[in-house]
T-cell receptor, first 113, second 109 residues
């Protein structure tokens, strides 16, 4: 069963704390993505990873960094979280970068107080 | 304008009705995907199209790259079809997937 797993599902942090969002996939997909979803804005791409240690900024990378040390894992890190980073974060993967279906995780709801 | 424009922003229809959602693109896109986001927030892949038309049960989607649009038709709407539908198109030149803002669909009993 093809799956993208996100942990944790819910997270509450205080402003200035560090945040680590984890994503795993069991499909040996090359490409992985981090999006955030805010009301009225749809999904915005934060970072894309083409493979291990091959990451590229998306449309809104500021305030975020990523790590991909194994093909099946892609982490999103917020160093010193801000209140405007309160959002729902989605991880996705696709077999390759181009012309491939995106598979999404269930999302992580992050609240920064 | 927006690279991916979805219409309508919101739609209500009764059970059993048919309806269509549309995405217009400001530039030539290489492919399109349609997703349903259910009441739990989960994004479910409905279709991936590089061209032409695909059908799956009560759903049918068409992508016309040259005319810069894609449609999603829902036949015989059911309560569980309620949710937000997103189209996401792959930009030919920028090598990235761009999402529309979604259509909120409410199916009424």
């Amino acid at each position: 069963d093809m799956k993208v797993t996100q942990m944790p599902r819910y997270l509450i942090k205080r402003m200035g704390e560090n945040v680590l969002l984890e994503c795993g996939q069991d499909m040996s997909h090359e490409t992985m993505y981090w999006y955030r979803q805010d009301p009225g804005l749809g999904l915005q791409l934060i970072y894309i990873s083409y493979d291990v240690d091959s990451n590229s900024e998306g449309d809104i990378p500021k305030g975020y960094r990523v790590s991909r040390k194994k093909r099946e894992h892609f982490s999103l890190i917020l160093d010193s979280a801000k209140t405007n980073q309160t959002s729902v974060y989605f991880c996705a993967s696709s077999l390759r970068q181009r012309q491939n279906t995106l598979y999404f995780g269930a999302g992580t709801r992050l609240s920064v107080l | 304008g927006m690279p991916v424009e979805q219409n309508p922003p919101a739609l209500s229809l009764y059970e059993g009705a048919d309806s269509g959602l549309r995405c217009n693109f400001s530039t030539t896109m290489k492919s399109v995907q349609w997703f349903q986001q259910n009441h739990r927030g989960r994004l479910i892949t409905l279709f991936y199209l590089a061209q032409g038309t695909k059908e799956n049960g009560r759903l049918k989607s068409t992508f016309n790259s040259k005319e810069r649009y894609s449609t999603l038709h829902i036949k015989d709407a059911q309560l569980e079809d309620s949710g937000t539908y997103f189209c996401a198109a792959e930009d030919t030149n920028a090598y990235k997937v761009i999402f529309g803002k979604g259509t909120h669909l409410h199916v009424l009993p």
